[in-house]
């Protein structure tokens, strides 16, 4: 597991430790790191949005050259129908799926979310994303 934020990766532990899964781990940002490695499946879960418009393309070419034939990628993004929602980065309509042009695409959709309860305000809130199961050719 990557991630930048200390917070994130100390969750992903606790689940991984009480589910029985075996992880690595790394603090690091996807843009500025070099990876040495190919992997099997990488796992992207409503985290490319925090990148700034620049950094997008970097990262899913990061992350596709360093994925093994046969190897997965399973994405989802915040999507510009989330007109009010303030990310550095909202994805187009269709722009996560052209991204991966040339890989098998098992699984793309849109969609709005199901209703969630915000911790800080107590508001309830839908978001709109992209969902992207793909298999490197």
Not at 24 to 44: C, E, G, P, S
Not at 53 to 68: D, N, R, V, Y
């Amino acid at each position: 597991a990557l991630d930048k934020d200390r917070g994130m990766l100390t969750r992903l532990k606790q689940a991984a430790k009480e589910e029985g899964v075996r992880f690595t781990y790394q603090r690091a940002n996807i843009v500025k790191m070099k990876l040495k490695k190919k992997y099997d499946v990488i796992v992207a879960a409503v985290s490319l949005h925090f990148l700034k418009p620049a950094e997008i393309g970097k990262a899913i070419a990061t992350m596709k050259s360093h994925t093994k034939r046969g190897g997965l990628h399973m994405i989802t993004v915040h999507t510009k129908a989330n007109s009010r929602l303030e990310q550095k980065y909202l994805f187009s309509k269709n722009e996560l799926r052209n991204y991966y042009r040339g890989w098998k695409i098992h699984h793309y959709r849109e969609l709005w979310g199901n209703p969630f309860q915000m911790k800080k305000s107590g508001k309830f809130m839908r978001r709109h994303r992209a969902e992207l199961l793909a298999e490197k050719r």
